[in-house]
């Protein structure tokens, strides 16, 4: 049987349907030099030290780092995104009614205050023809959580980017998480956790399938 985990990946986006590592992208069009130059100025407007041994290296440092976690932006084909993933799509069984689950973790930054925000998502799919592979999904978070984020915005991209592999009978996308904006900058903590809940399809129409998988959201601390 082939299995197109083991192919190997030709561009930057088939890596992202075929490799088991980070995502991660070169993105030789930054211009880190500007980029490092700006965070240089920005750590000289708030009076940091730029001589001190600990930040010396910081300009440099955080440029990678932010190149990094917006390295979703690189791939803004959608089109070539949907066709990609389409290949690890595999044919659903008709006879029956499945509900496919899938949890993981994410971490993004807000889009607000660049903080990071991370947490829990669960992602659940009523499949019509086809089914895409587990693995594929945390792939398809990571691509929309490496950009500037609100938990909101990432639920729904990354249901709309489902639907338009997968086009399931229903999408439930939720997402619960602890934000740095809130706990950092002084306002209550018992707010910084938020959940955020995305029902289409299905899981709108049928009491059952939304509380099957409401139920499923609800037990993730016991399997933790
Ligand atoms: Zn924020």
Redesign the pocket.
């Known amino acids: 049987m082939k299995t197109p985990d083991v192919q190997i990946a030709q561009t930057e986006m088939e890596a992202l349907v075929y490799d088991r590592g980070l995502l991660t992208s070169p993105r030789p069009s930054v211009d880190r030099e500007k980029l490092q130059e700006h965070l240089r100025e920005v750590l000289r407007l708030l009076h940091v030290n730029l001589e001190d041994e600990a930040v010396v290296d910081t300009p440099r440092r955080w440029a990678e780092s932010l190149v990094t976690m917006t390295s979703g932006y690189d791939y803004t084909d959608v089109k070539k995104l949907t066709t990609l993933f389409r290949k690890a799509c595999t044919a659903a069984d008709e006879n029956c009614q499945n509900l496919v689950v899938i949890g993981g973790t994410y971490k993004t930054l ?6 990071p ?1 991370f947490g829990q998502f669960i992602i659940g799919y009523i499949p019509e023809r086809t089914i895409i592979g587990a693995s594929k999904i945390p792939r398809i978070v990571e691509v929309h959580m490496r950009r500037l984020q ?1 938990q909101e915005h990432l639920a729904h991209d990354i249901a709309d980017t489902i639907e338009k592999i997968v086009e399931p009978k229903g999408i439930a996308v939720w997402m619960g998480g602890v ?4 706990v950092m900058r002084g306002v209550e903590q018992e707010s910084s956790f938020m959940e955020t809940n995305v029902l289409r399809g299905n899981f709108l129409s049928d009491d059952r399938t939304r509380q099957e998988f409401m139920s499923i959201v609800n037990r993730r601390g016991d399997r933790a």
């Open positions: 807000c889009a607000h205050h660049i903080l925000f609100s934000h740095l904006c809130m």
